[in-house]
């Protein structure tokens, strides 16, 4: 069963940096094609950053040069490196797995972790 734990949210003001960590385990990491998403109160949830199997990134065009999503397969984990934070990146930020497709996004999804960015 494959669970994703995600971690690193918090209260931030405008102008600082964050960094979440999204755990995977019970599939192996490296066939996973990982994500980050967000959802503010009221609002769908949206892309933030997805990487593939290969290295290659797709970005929101609203984090696009202040967000940056890494992943580390040894450790199992992806990153999102979170810089110049904006009180509208306002949100829960979840993490998503995709066995199957590059792009996603996939079936499994973490629990989310809040992330408030104060002005």
């Known amino acids: 069963q494959v669970q994703l734990v995600e971690s690193g949210g918090g209260l931030v003001q405008a102008g600082g940096s964050l960094r979440l960590s999204c755990a995977a385990s019970?599939?192996?990491?490296?066939?996973?094609?990982m994500g980050w998403y967000r959802q503010a109160p009221g609002k769908q949830r949206e892309l933030v950053a997805r990487?593939?199997?290969?290295?290659?990134?797709r970005y929101a065009d609203s984090t696009k040069g202040r967000f940056a999503i890494s992943r580390d397969n040894a450790k199992n984990t992806v990153y999102l490196q979170m810089n110049s934070l904006k009180p509208e990146d306002t949100a829960v930020y979840y993490c998503?797995?995709?066995?199957?497709?590059?792009w996603g996004p996939g079936d499994y999804w973490g629990q989310g972790t809040q992330v408030t960015v104060s002005s």
């Open positions: 990487m593939n199997t290969a290295g290659s990134t």
């Open positions: 998503n797995a995709d066995p199957y497709t590059p």
């Open positions: 019970g599939i192996t990491f490296s066939i996973l094609a």
